[in-house]
């Protein structure tokens, strides 16, 4: 007996929703950044530390990309709905006959 693949739709919306944010952290890398590095020319610790902060976060993000984008091509929904047919009393059947509690309310 083979066994259906199992798919899971929630797979590939968070896949999609990672990849989304490691686009808006690239969009605000390249457009927002410098005013965030720029804020902190007080102490050059503290800016030394967000560059690295944000060179590690970068590094990151690529592979996390890449993982995101995979899941997505791996878990994709399907695109036709099934549609399950549920005998009506009376019926003839393949199958095991209808419960008592389908009648004729099943759609």
Not at 33 to 45: C, M, R, T
Not at 71 to 95: C, F, I, Q
């Amino acid at each position: 007996m083979q066994r259906e693949r199992v798919r899971y739709p929630l797979s590939y919306r968070r896949a999609r929703t990672a990849l989304f944010a490691v686009g808006l952290f690239w969009l605000w890398l390249g457009l927002g950044s410098a005013d965030f590095v720029a804020g902190l020319s007080e102490s050059p610790i503290h800016a030394f530390i967000a560059i690295y902060a944000l060179a590690v976060a970068a590094l990151v993000s690529l592979p996390a990309a890449l993982l995101a984008g995979a899941r997505m091509l791996l878990a994709r929904p399907r695109r036709a709905g099934e549609l399950l047919h549920l005998p009506v009393r009376g019926e003839a059947s393949d199958t095991a006959p209808a419960h008592w509690w389908y009648g004729s309310r099943a759609s």
